[in-house]
C-alpha cells in the first residue's frame, strides 16, 4: 500500500506515519512544513493537492483549523478523487452534531458527509488529546495550576499516538469502510480529577485553576501571537459548550474506540507519569 499522510508532521500524522511503516506500508509526509522526508503541500491549492497525490491508493487528511475549514476540506477531498485515492481517512471529533454551535466542529460537518458518500472513506472523530497538557506544562509544573478551564462535566481524553493507530488500522483494513468511528480514551476526566493525577504523579499539589476562560485566553495569546478573533471566539465558545456538557462518550462509544485501536489504550495517568519524567530528566540535565 502507498499512503500519502497529509498533515503528517502533525501530533497524530505523525503516529500514523509510524504505523502504516510498522506494518509494512509505504509512508509519504506531506504539509506545509516538512524535513527531507516529505512533501511540501499547501492544502488550499488543489492542483497541487491532485498531483502530489497521483500513484498513491490511499491518504490521511487533517483540514487547517479556520473560518475557510469547509472549503478547503472539500477542495481537498474533490482533488484526492480526482487523483484515483481510494480510500480517505479524515480526522474529525466527536459530537460533531451536538457541539456544533464551536465553529470548528460545524466546519466539518460537510467535510464528513462529502468524505462518507463514497462508501469506503472513513471519518475518525476524536475526542480531546491527552496531548493538549503539553500546552500548559509550565503552568502546572512551576505554577502548581491546571489552566485549562474544561469544566465537570466530563471529557474523554484520547492519546494521539491511540489516535495514529487506529487512522493507520482504518488506512490498511476495511472494517469501517462509510463510517464514523469514535475515538475516545476509557475514563472520564474533569479539571478536578485531572489535577488530582498531576498532583499524585508530582508529589506535591496542583489544583484546577476554575472555570474562567478570559485569564487562559489571555495566556494562549500570549504564546501564539498572530491568534485570531475567529480562533479566541471558536476557543471560548469551545470551552463554554465543554463545561455544559463536556465531550461525552458512552459504552458502545468506548468499545468502538478500543475495537479500531485494536490493543490496551494509553490511560491518562502514564501519559503524566511520562511528562514528568521528561521534566525530571530535563531538569537533571541543566543541573549537571
Given at each position: ?93 466527536m459530537n460533531l ?150 465531550c461525552p462518550a ?36 541543566e543541573a549537571a
Amino acid at each position: 500500500m502507498h499512503a500519502l499522510i497529509i498533515g503528517g508532521t502533525g501530533k497524530v500524522g505523525g503516529h500514523v506515519v509510524m504505523a502504516l511503516r510498522a506494518a509494512g506500508a509505504q509512508a509519504v509526509v506531506a504539509a506545509r512544513h516538512v524535513g527531507t522526508d516529505g512533501v511540501v503541500l499547501d492544502l488550499r491549492d488543489a492542483a497541487a493537492v491532485e498531483s502530489t497525490a497521483r500513484g498513491f491508493d490511499v491518504a490521511f487528511l487533517t483540514t487547517p483549523l479556520g473560518a475557510d475549514e469547509t472549503d478547503v476540506g472539500l477542495g481537498a477531498l474533490a482533488a484526492l478523487r480526482r487523483a484515483g485515492i481510494g480510500k480517505i481517512v479524515y480526522l474529525g471529533i466527536m459530537n460533531l452534531e451536538p457541539m456544533q454551535a464551536i465553529p470548528h466542529f460545524a466546519t466539518k460537518i460537510p467535510i464528513r458527509d462529502a468524505l462518507l458518500a463514497d462508501g469506503r472513506s472513513v471519518m475518525i472523530g476524536a475526542n480531546f488529546f491527552f496531548q493538549n497538557d503539553r500546552l500548559v506544562l509550565p503552568a502546572i509544573l512551576h505554577g502548581g495550576v491546571y489552566p485549562l478551564p474544561i469544566g465537570h462535566a466530563g471529557i474523554w481524553s484520547v492519546d494521539t499516538g491511540d489516535i495514529g493507530t487506529a487512522a493507520a488500522r482504518a488506512l490498511l483494513l476495511d472494517n469501517w469502510n462509510g463510517q464514523t468511528v469514535p475515538l475516545c480514551g476509557t475514563e472520564m476526566l474533569t479539571g478536578a480529577s485531572i489535577a488530582a493525577t498531576w498532583s499524585a504523579a508530582l508529589g506535591r499539589p496542583v489544583r484546577y485553576a476554575g472555570d474562567a476562560i478570559d485569564p487562559f485566553l489571555a495566556m494562549i495569546q500570549q504564546q501564539i501571537p498572530g491568534w485570531s478573533e475567529w480562533e479566541a471566539n471558536d476557543f471560548r465558545l469551545m470551552m463554554e459548550m465543554t463545561q455544559t456538557m463536556g465531550c461525552p462518550a458512552t459504552p458502545a462509544d468506548i468499545a468502538a474506540a478500543a475495537a479500531m485501536i485494536g490493543r490496551p489504550q494509553r490511560r491518562y495517568s502514564d501519559f503524566v507519569a511520562e511528562l514528568v519524567q521528561e521534566a525530571t530528566a530535563a531538569l537533571t540535565g541543566e543541573a549537571a
